[in-house]
């Protein structure tokens, strides 16, 4: 069966980073984009960042002002999240999902679990001093 198992969490101050990873299991890797989904305290779940299949093409959601990045490794059914300058308002648990397609979606609304097809279980990251 398909599982994402996110790994990288964990406790930072602020000005800091993290980066976490994602290993995908029970499906091509190679063929789908994946997708960074945060959902941070009394919020919605939020569309973070996303990558095309062939790891050539990357968005990212405005809000996080070039902090974040993105990229996979297919030979290793890994994807990853470098986030750097973290901030505060960054903490909350970090999702990756898998699209549909080959090509990552910028999801301007709130995150439906239905959105994507697969989900990890979360890792949680937390900001503070």
């Known amino acids: 069966q398909v599982q994402l198992v996110e790994s990288g969490g964990g406790l930072v101050q602020p000005g800091g980073s993290l980066r976490l990873s994602c290993t995908a299991s029970?499906?091509?890797?190679?063929?789908?984009?994946m997708s960074w989904v945060r959902q941070t305290p009394g919020l919605g779940l939020e569309w973070v960042s996303g990558?095309?299949?062939?790891?050539?093409?990357?968005r990212y959601a405005d809000s996080l002002q070039g902090r974040f990045t993105i990229s996979r490794d297919n030979a290793n059914n890994t994807v990853y999240l470098q986030m750097n300058s973290l901030k505060p308002g960054d903490t909350g648990v970090y999702y990756c999902?898998?699209?549909?397609?080959?090509?990552?979606?910028?999801?301007?609304?709130?995150?439906?679990?239905?959105?994507?097809?697969?989900w990890g279980q979360g890792t949680q990251v937390t900001v503070s001093s």
């Open positions: 029970g499906f091509t890797f190679s063929s789908y984009a």
């Open positions: 990558i095309s299949s062939d790891g050539a093409y990357t």
């Open positions: 999902a898998r699209e549909f397609l080959d090509q990552p979606r910028a999801i301007p609304w709130t995150i439906k679990r239905s959105d994507y097809a697969y």
